[in-house]
Each structure stands twice: as structure tokens, then as C-alpha cells.
């Protein structure tokens, strides 16, 4: 706790004070280029991770980045992102995943979970992960291998999760709206996108010069 207090005290003498202009502009109201969501794993920090300033992201951080179907929980999840698209009106949603994941770990080996009931109960919004994996890539045993590729579709069933939500449907129909699937190596620093064009994973600097077509996840057609 000590050190979260002396932090206090270097960020009100060394930072504040010479940025003042910025956090005086702050409050008078926010613009985040995007809603940011992430794993609550404190090994990631977004803000260093893009290099970006307060004000530049507007954050959701839940256990292994899920976002639960609109409607299926009704808590801070769907709040924050209805108020994100509908208020904030960003125009970008970045979901990141990020390797080594403790949620991921836990939902290939459920019997971990045995006297952790509300983290079980929240990894059930995964569920389609784990039976892709499960039912699909059955010869993939090493277990790092299985863990990575959890990770990346993890990735895009909770994308999917986020265009259930109304407000999210509604923008991206009106094309105001952009859906990027990211997976973040804390060990190495290297960023991964998923590129519909190529419908991989690849470094972020190889799909960051596609057109927007590519790089952000299409809409779903149109029953």
C-alpha cells in the first residue's frame, strides 16, 4: 500500500503539475478515440501499451476479457458499452486478449475452478470457446499450442458477444462503428490483429497497412 501512496505523491509533483493544461481540459469532458477491452490481468496496462494519454481510451477490463450476450447479465459490462457507442460515440471497439491468460487456462481445465464458484459461473460465457477448441482442434495437444489458440478464439466469440449488444448493432449497421480483435504477448510486446483477409492472427504492423475493410472485423449480414 506504501507504494501506491508514494505514487500518489510523485504523480501530484512530477506529472500533474507539468501536465495541468491537459487534465484542466479533462474536465471539461472526455472524447476516447475507442473503447478499450481488456483482461483485468495487471500484467497489461492499455494506456502503455498504445502509448496513449488520459482521456484517449475509455477502458472495460473483466476476467479473461469476456463480454457477456446482451441481456445475460445485466451489470457494469453492457452499461459501459452502451454508454461508449450511444454517449461517447467511438468510433473503434479494440477486444484484446493477451497470452498466458489465467481465464483461458481455467476454462481448458475446469476442475480448477472447484472452490472458485463465481469465477466458473463467469467463464460459462465462454463456453463456445472452449467447445470450439474442444470439438475442432482435437489434435492439438500441446498444451501451450492449445492455450494460444483458446486465447485467439476467445477473441472472436467475444466479439461476437459484443454485436449482440443493441447499441453496437445499431452503429455498425450505420457503419460508425468498427470492431478490431486484439491479442496482446506481454512477454515479448508484440501486438496481433486479426485480419479478415486473411482470417489469422498477424503482427500489427503487417495488418495496420490494409485497407479498413481488412483490418476491422465486417458486419454480419442481414437476415
Sequence with gaps: MQKLVEGIHEFQDSIFSTQQELFERLAQGQQPLALFITCSDSRICPNMMTQT???????????????????AVHGGEAATIEYAVSVLQVRDIVLCGHSLCGAMGALLNPE????LPSVRSYLQHAESTRRIVEENYQELTDPDKRLTLTIEENVLVQLENLRTH????????RKQLNLHGWVYKFETGGVFAYSSHSGQFQPIEEVSG??????HLPALPVA
Design 53 to 71: 494519454k488520459p482521456g484517449e481510451l475509455f477502458i472495460l477490463r473483466t476476467a479473461g476479457n469476456i463480454v457477456p450476450p446482451f441481456g
Design 112 to 115: 480448477s475452478l472447484e472452490k
Design 166 to 173: 443493441p447499441s453496437v448493432a445499431a452503429a455498425i449497421s
Design 210 to 215: 490494409l485497407p479498413p475493410e481488412e483490418l
